[in-house]
């Protein structure tokens, strides 16, 4: 009768753990992630990522700025961002304009200085008309990025623009002690709405 009798207490309390085990929230199917606390630091890691800081704001200097290139650069039909800083990149760049009707700002573009000076451009893309413009209002840096933001302008309402292919840009020139360059450094061209205009890798 006592072997009986300890057989049904020993039954019912093993009942009774199995009970406590399933409803405790700690032992509920936990993942070797979430023991590691990996997840939690996966987590924190996006949130201060998406609230990074502003970039640095720095100085720059307006190199040429027009807005009827009346020339068909090869590359240059979608708005575009160069960035140049060794000489055979701007001999390139400079031929662009040898032949065009801003012939001058090739030899603008041979003078600077690239080992103190990036020569940076903004190109708006092809355009039928004239009347539209392009303007670097704005560069800041962070570490691996630099952003420029700029303001395009159009024709006004009524007003009578030519029928004219045209390739409007802003050139600028950034001294290189005021960028934070890594290898494959993102620029990024924003519009005044905060729309990606165009974007590039350099160096």
């Known amino acids: 009768m006592d072997d009986i009798l300890r057989a049904i207490i020993l039954l019912i309390g093993l009942l009774l753990i199995g009970l406590l085990v399933s409803s405790s929230p700690s032992l509920h199917a936990i993942s070797p992630l979430e023991r590691s606390g990996a997840t939690g630091k996966s987590l924190q890691t996006t949130t201060k990522a998406e609230q990074k800081k502003p970039g640095r704001t720095i100085p720059f200097v307006s190199l040429s700025r027009e807005e009827g290139m009346a020339h068909h650069p090869p590359d240059l039909e979608e708005p575009s961002i160069f960035v140049v800083g060794s000489a055979p990149e701007a001999e390139r760049f400079a031929g662009w304009f040898d032949n065009s009707n801003v012939s001058d700002v090739s030899e603008r573009i041979r ?76 620029w990024i061209v924003f519009t005044s709405d905060g729309k990606i205009l165009s974007q590039t890798r350099y160096p």
């Open 111 to 186: 003078k600077v200085d690239l080992t103190t000076t990036l020569i940076v451009a903004v190109f708006s893309g092809h355009m039928g008309s004239n009347g539209h413009g392009v303007t670097i209002k704005e560069v800041s840096t962070s570490p691996g990025r630099v952003d420029l933001r700029v303001m395009l302008t159009r024709p006004a309402p009524g007003h009578a623009a030519s029928d004219v292919e045209t390739y409007p840009y802003h050139m600028i020139m950034i001294p290189r002690k005021d960028l934070d360059l890594d290898p494959q450094t993102d």
